[in-house]
C-alpha cells in the first residue's frame, strides 16, 4: 500500500516509459486548492508515443490473455494503492465531491477487473470453424477457422465530465487494453493531476508484468495540432472519444479524411428525453417530477445521460409533474462546474432556450463564474416540431418540458428526434398500446431504452449499450461501456487451411 500523503503532480508526460518535461507548460485550473504546472504535448512528442505503442503492438498484441487479463488486474491494483491520492487531487481539480470521486474510482477499477474476467472466458473472440469438405460437389469447401484479432495503436481523449471513468484508465484504455491495443492517451485540461497520477498507476502495473512500456503513454494538454497528429497518426488505427460534438465531429472528419480512413469512436452526447404516458402521470406525476429533478441535478447535470428534455400530454397530470419537478428544483443547492468554459457554455445553452420564441420560464435561478443552478422552461409540441434548436443538448441542470396536444403529437415528437444515447418511457399498465407504439420509433432514435426509471447511472455490464445513432455517437454499431466496447478494437481474420502451427493461440 502506497502512502496516501498529498500528492504533488511532477506535470510530466509519460512516453513509452519516460517521464518527459516539456517546454512549455500550462497551469492547471482547479476548482479549489494550488494550482500546479504540466508540460505542454507537442505533435513531436505524440510520435514518439505512437511509435513506442507501434512497438509494443508485436508482443503485447501477441500476448495471452490470461497476460493481459494480469495486466488488467495490476492496474486495477495499483490505482486502488492510490485512492486516498486520487480523491484528494481529483476533487481539487474538478470540484466533484469526495463520495463522487470514490464511487467512480469503484467503477473504474471494476471494469478492469470485469474485462480481464471477460477475456479469460474468451467469448469474445466470436471463434468459429467450417470444416473442409473435399468431396463436395461442384466444388470442395476449404477449411475455415475465424477469430477476432487486435487491430494496433489505440489513440484515447480523455473526458472532461468522468475524470477516471472515462479518461485516463476509462472504459476505452481498459477496453483497448483488454483487446490486445496498446493506448495513447490525451489527457484532459481539466483534471490533469489526476491524469497524471492514474498514468503513474499504470506504469507501475507496466514494471510489475513485465510489459512493453509502449504498451501506454499519456500526453498532457496541447493544443489542436497535438490532437489532430494523434488521429492521423499513420500508425494510430482507431480512436475512442468522449466529448462535445463540435469537437468529435472535428476528429471523426479528420479519421475519415486520412488516407487510410480509421474508425472514429465518438461518444458525443445527448438530451436523453424521457416520454409520460397518460396513465403514468394521472397516478404519479408528482412522484415522477420528483426523481426528475434528481436526476437532472445529479453531478451538476454533467452527464451524457442527462435527462434533459421530459415530454408529457397537456393537462392536470402535466400540471402536477411540472409543478412537482419545480419545487424539487427549487431546493436545489447551487453546484460547482468541471470547469470554466462548461461553466460558460451552460450559461450560453440556457440563454439559447430561454430566449427562443414559444418557450416559458417555469423556474429562473443565478449563475455565474463556475456554480451551476437549475433552470426550468416549457413549451409546446407545435413549438417544438418548429425550432429544432430546441433539442439540442445543454450540459447541465436544465429541463425543458414539451406539453403535446395528444399521443399522436407524442409520437412526432419522437420521430422528429436525433439520435439518442437513451429513451425513457413512465408508463403504467394502461399505457400499454400508447408504449408499444412508440417502441419501433424510440428503437431507432437510442441504443438504451428505460421503462419507470432515469438514465444518469450506465451499468457496466455484458448487456449495457452506451451509444446511439449520430449524433449520440458517430458509430451506432457499437457500445462505450460494457465488455462489448473490446469488439471496437478487434477485426476478424479468417484462416484458410491453415496448419496448426501458424494459427493464432486462441484458435489452437
Same mark, same amino acid.
Given at each position: 500500500?502506497?502512502?496516501?500523503?498529498?500528492f504533488? +503532480?511532477?506535470?510530466?508526460?509519460?512516453?513509452?516509459?519516460?517521464w518527459?518535461?516539456?517546454?512549455?507548460?500550462f497551469?492547471?485550473?482547479p476548482?479549489?486548492?494550488?494550482?500546479?504546472?504540466?508540460?505542454?504535448?507537442?505533435?513531436?512528442?505524440?510520435?514518439?508515443?505512437?511509435k513506442?505503442?507501434?512497438?509494443?503492438f508485436w508482443s503485447?498484441?501477441?500476448s495471452s490473455r490470461?497476460e493481459r487479463?494480469?495486466f488488467?488486474?495490476?492496474?486495477?491494483?495499483e490505482?486502488e494503492?492510490r !485512492?486516498?491520492?486520487i480523491?484528494?487531487?481529483?476533487t481539487?481539480?474538478?470540484?466533484?465531491p469526495?463520495?463522487?470521486l /470514490?464511487?467512480?474510482r &469503484?467503477?473504474t477499477?471494476? /471494469?478492469?477487473?470485469?474485462f480481464?474476467?471477460?477475456?479469460?472466458?474468451?467469448?469474445?473472440?466470436?471463434?468459429r470453424?467450417?470444416e473442409?469438405?473435399?468431396?463436395? *460437389?461442384?466444388?470442395?469447401?476449404p477449411d475455415?477457422?475465424?477469430?477476432?484479432? +487486435?487491430?494496433?495503436?489505440?489513440?484515447?481523449? !480523455?473526458?472532461?465530465?468522468?475524470?477516471?471513468?472515462?479518461?485516463?484508465? !476509462?472504459?476505452?484504455?481498459?477496453s483497448?487494453?483488454?483487446?490486445?491495443?496498446?493506448?495513447?492517451v490525451?489527457?484532459?485540461?481539466a483534471?490533469?493531476?489526476?491524469g497524471?497520477i492514474?498514468?503513474?498507476?499504470?506504469?507501475?502495473?507496466i514494471?510489475?508484468c513485465?510489459?512493453?512500456p509502449?504498451?501506454?503513454? #499519456?500526453?498532457? @494538454?496541447g493544443?489542436?495540432?497535438?490532437g489532430q497528429?494523434?488521429? *492521423?497518426?499513420?500508425?494510430?488505427?482507431?480512436v475512442?472519444?468522449t @466529448?462535445?460534438l463540435?469537437g &468529435?465531429r472535428a476528429?471523426?472528419?479528420?479519421?475519415?479524411q486520412?488516407?487510410e480512413?480509421i474508425?472514429?469512436?465518438?461518444?458525443l452526447?445527448?438530451v436523453? +428525453?424521457?416520454? #409520460?404516458?397518460?396513465?403514468?402521470?394521472?397516478?404519479?406525476?408528482?412522484e415522477? @417530477?420528483k426523481?426528475?429533478? @434528481?436526476s437532472l441535478?445529479?453531478?451538476?447535470?454533467q452527464?451524457c445521460?442527462?435527462p434533459?428534455?421530459?415530454?408529457?400530454?397537456?393537462?392536470?397530470?402535466?400540471d402536477a409533474?411540472?409543478?412537482?419537478?419545480?419545487?424539487?428544483?427549487?431546493?436545489?443547492?447551487?453546484?460547482?462546474?468541471l470547469?470554466?468554459?462548461?461553466?460558460s457554455?451552460?450559461?450560453q445553452?440556457r440563454d439559447?432556450?430561454?430566449g427562443?420564441a414559444?418557450?416559458?420560464?417555469?423556474l429562473?435561478?443565478?449563475c455565474d463564474? %463556475?456554480?451551476?443552478? +437549475?433552470?426550468?422552461?416549457e413549451?409546446?409540441g407545435?413549438?417544438?416540431?418548429?425550432?429544432?434548436?430546441l433539442?439540442?443538448?445543454?450540459?447541465?441542470p436544465?429541463?425543458?418540458?414539451v406539453?403535446?396536444a395528444? /399521443?399522436?403529437?407524442?409520437e412526432q415528437?419522437?420521430?422528429?428526434?436525433?439520435g439518442?444515447l437513451?429513451?425513457?418511457?413512465?408508463m403504467?399498465?394502461?399505457?400499454?398500446q400508447?408504449? /408499444?407504439r412508440l417502441?419501433?420509433?424510440l428503437?431507432?432514435?437510442?441504443?438504451r431504452?428505460?421503462?419507470n426509471?432515469f438514465?444518469?447511472g450506465?451499468?457496466?455490464?455484458?448487456?449495457m449499450?452506451?451509444?446511439?445513432p449520430?449524433?449520440?455517437?458517430?458509430?451506432f454499431?457499437h457500445?462505450s461501456v460494457?465488455? #462489448?466496447?473490446? %469488439?471496437?478494437?478487434?477485426r476478424p481474420v479468417?484462416?484458410q487451411?491453415?496448419p496448426d502451427?501458424?494459427?493464432?493461440e486462441?484458435?489452437?
Open positions: 500500500m502506497l502512502d496516501e500523503t498529498t504533488t +503532480p511532477h506535470g510530466k508526460h509519460l512516453i513509452a516509459g519516460d518527459v518535461a516539456g517546454e512549455a507548460t497551469k492547471s485550473e476548482s479549489s486548492g494550488q494550482a500546479f504546472d504540466f508540460s505542454v504535448g507537442t505533435p513531436e512528442l505524440v510520435d514518439r508515443a505512437v513506442g505503442a507501434e512497438d509494443a503485447y498484441g501477441y490470461e487479463a494480469k488488467l488486474e495490476t492496474i486495477a491494483d490505482i494503492a !485512492g486516498g491520492q480523491t484528494e487531487i481529483g481539487s481539480e474538478t470540484g466533484l469526495e463520495a463522487r /470514490q464511487g467512480e &469503484g467503477r477499477t471494476g /471494469q478492469l477487473r470485469l480481464a474476467d471477460h477475456i479469460r472466458k474468451g467469448d469474445y473472440l466470436d471463434r470453424h467450417d473442409a469438405l473435399p468431396d463436395r *460437389q461442384p466444388l470442395p469447401r475455415l477457422k475465424m477469430v477476432q484479432r +487486435p487491430i494496433g495503436p489505440v489513440a484515447v481523449f !480523455g473526458a472532461s465530465n468522468f475524470p477516471l471513468a472515462f479518461s485516463t484508465a !476509462g472504459g476505452d484504455t481498459a483497448a487494453l483488454a483487446a490486445g491495443c496498446p493506448v495513447v490525451k489527457g484532459h485540461g483534471h490533469p493531476g489526476t497524471e492514474v498514468a503513474e498507476a499504470i506504469h507501475a502495473a514494471v510489475k513485465g510489459v512493453h509502449g504498451v501506454f503513454s #499519456l500526453v498532457q @494538454g493544443k489542436r495540432d497535438v497528429a494523434l488521429v *492521423q497518426h499513420p500508425l494510430i488505427k482507431a475512442g472519444f @466529448g462535445s463540435g &468529435g476528429l471523426f472528419d479528420l479519421c475519415a486520412r488516407p480512413p474508425p472514429f469512436f465518438g461518444e452526447g445527448s436523453n +428525453p424521457m416520454f #409520460l404516458l397518460p396513465e403514468a402521470v394521472k397516478a404519479r406525476g408528482a415522477i @417530477g426523481g426528475w429533478a @434528481g441535478t445529479m453531478g451538476a447535470g452527464f445521460t442527462n434533459g428534455i421530459a415530454i408529457v400530454i397537456d393537462g392536470e397530470g402535466a409533474f411540472v409543478d412537482a419537478a419545480k419545487a424539487a428544483l427549487e431546493e436545489a443547492a447551487p453546484q460547482t462546474m470547469t470554466d468554459g462548461i461553466a457554455a451552460y450559461r445553452g439559447r432556450v430561454q427562443s414559444g418557450v416559458r420560464e417555469v429562473t435561478s443565478v463564474l %463556475r456554480t451551476a443552478t +437549475p433552470y426550468l422552461y413549451t409546446d407545435e413549438t417544438w416540431l418548429k425550432n429544432e434548436e433539442g439540442e443538448e445543454v450540459f447541465g436544465l429541463g425543458l418540458i406539453r403535446v395528444d /399521443q399522436a403529437q407524442m415528437v419522437a420521430r422528429s428526434l436525433k439518442q437513451t429513451c425513457t418511457l413512465h403504467d399498465e394502461g399505457d400499454g400508447d408504449g /408499444q417502441m419501433p420509433i428503437e431507432r432514435k437510442a441504443g431504452i428505460l421503462v426509471g438514465p444518469t450506465v451499468e457496466v455490464a455484458d448487456a449499450v452506451h451509444g446511439g449520430y449524433p449520440a455517437s458517430t458509430n454499431g457500445t460494457g465488455t #462489448l466496447s473490446i %469488439r471496437r478494437f478487434l479468417c484462416y487451411n491453415m502451427a501458424l494459427l493464432p486462441d484458435l489452437k
